[in-house]
């Protein structure tokens, strides 16, 4: 399959700019040659009908007949030098009996003199006539009155092609669009140049991504907005795929490491077993170390075939009506049950009334189980730990709040990621760092959300939310 040949942005939006720049100019051209055009003839009849109307009134005499004197001619030689016209109009003035009396310049033609009859007898209100020849021309025809009584017709003719010559209107708008297809061109030059620079500054950023290479620096200084948004945005993204780099790196270490302590614990105490290093009570104590190892050895595997399961969305619910007081101090007493430990005080809050939804109680304790032991283990000494329920008319709201150290805030954005564990907690706590992560996404499969809704020196506090 051939691949299209790719061109810049630069060159591909300049041109097609360019392109419709110039179809727009075409148009607007046409349409004012023919405005143009238009105007001029408007123009031109009425300066004919102007002379026509001088000339009417001049040309007849006291006793009310026609006065074929000189001047008429005159009248249309100033008229043309005063007005400043490249053309002079053909007279023709016609007695009442419609028999031309005065022609100027030149003798007037005989099909010429037959247009003007019809032109005389016509009612409409045309200004346009064509030959037999195939002249069009334009005329204006003015009545001659003498005593309240009809005494002529005075009619000028001019070419119509004439109006084609006066090429000072078209000269001007041909400077001006030319002028402004010039200052358009080079407005969308400049502005596409402006705009594929920070986009080509992305892309060879993007380039330096795939390569390995987090370090990029971009401007962020642009006062564009859209342009600022990707800068920034890209940036971020840029910064977390580093931060999740190094979170790859340290899980593959980690991981690496906490399946290959356990190995090597059980395979070291097996051995011992086996050659007889360790006998009697002693060889049983191993064994039991190594049945342990062996089950936290389970329990990782576990973790990490159920973050596949997680991972791609297939967590499975079996949603019941609970009564959601019971279902949390049943879950904290099972739990407090489980430690070993007695130096953490365990409180739950509830309401007096029920409250009660539609939800999966096994995956409430996995939350619920993840959040307690995460907020027993942020508590280095004697402590306490929190349970509250309360409701809104829309939501149910579990927080557990523990008065431990606290969440640093440079790690606060990513201890819902997968495989994150807190710097402080990678030196106390062995495991994998999915439980929170385990525990939103169980919490969106329930139609809620997980969220850290405080933190502090003073302790931090975690907020199950589910929709009732």
């Not at 630069?10 to 097609?16: D, L, V």
């Not at 009134?57 to 001047?71: A, T």
Request: proline fraction near 3%; aromatic fraction near 6%; charged fraction near 25%.
């Amino acid at each position: 399959m051939s691949k299209k040949k790719r061109i810049s942005l630069f060159r591909y939006w300049t041109t097609r700019y360019l392109i419709t720049l110039c179809i727009g100019l075409l148009v607007i051209g046409v349409v004012s040659s023919f405005w143009i055009t238009y105007s001029e003839t408007q123009k031109r009849l009425d300066i004919m009908r102007l002379m026509a109307g001088e000339i009417s009134d001049r040309i007849v005499e006291s006793q009310g007949k026609l006065k074929m004197d000189p001047f008429l001619f005159r009248i249309l030689d100033r008229r043309q030098e005063s007005l400043r016209l490249n053309y002079k109009p053909f007279l023709l003035i016609l007695d009442a009996q419609k028999r031309p009396k005065v022609i100027a310049p030149g003798p007037v033609p005989v099909e010429l003199a037959r247009v003007a009859v019809q032109i005389v007898d016509s009612n409409d209100n045309a200004t346009q006539v064509k030959l037999e020849r195939g002249d069009e021309l334009l005329f204006v025809k003015k009545s001659i009155q003498a005593n309240q009584q009809h005494v002529g017709w005075v009619i000028l003719f001019t070419h119509q092609k004439d109006i084609t010559r006066s090429t000072t209107e078209f000269q001007l708008l041909f400077i001006m669009l030319g002028s402004l297809g010039l200052l358009g061109w080079l407005v969308i030059y400049l502005l596409t140049k402006k705009l594929a620079q920070p986009i080509k500054d992305v892309a060879d950023a993007a380039k330096q991504i795939v390569m390995g290479n987090y370090e990029i620096h971009l401007e962020k200084n642009s006062r564009e907005d859209e342009i600022y948004e990707l800068i920034h945005s890209f940036k971020e993204m840029a910064d977390r795929l580093r931060q999740l780099e190094l979170m790859r790196t340290e899980l593959l270490a980690g991981v690496t490491h906490e399946l290959k302590t356990p190995v090597t614990s059980i395979s070291g105490l097996v051995q011992a077993v086996k050659d007889d290093i360790v006998t009697g009570e002693e060889a049983k104590e191993f064994l039991e170390i190594c049945t342990k190892e062996t089950t936290r050895l389970q329990k990782m595997v576990e973790d990490l075939l159920d973050f596949n399961t997680f991972a791609v969305g297939d967590i499975r619910t079996r949603r019941e009506s609970q009564n959601m007081g019971d279902l949390v101090q049943e879950i904290t007493h099972q739990w407090r049950i489980g430690q070993e430990e007695e130096r953490l005080e365990l409180r739950v809050e509830k309401p007096i009334h029920e409250i009660t939804t539609v939800t999966d109680p096994m995956r409430i304790q996995q939350i619920l189980y993840n959040l307690l032991n995460n907020a027993a283990q942020a508590i280095p000494g004697e402590g306490r730990i929190e349970v509250s329920l309360s409701e809104t008319p829309q939501e149910i709201l579990i927080e557990v709040t523990d008065n431990g150290k606290g969440i640093p805030e440079e790690e606060q954005s990513f201890i819902f990621d997968r495989f994150y564990r807190g710097e402080e907690k990678k030196q106390i706590v062995r495991g994998l760092g999915l439980g929170l992560s385990f525990s939103r996404m169980i919490a969106q499969s329930l139609g809620g959300n997980l969220l850290l809704t405080k933190t502090s020196t003073e302790g931090s506090t975690f907020t199950l939310i589910l929709r009732k």
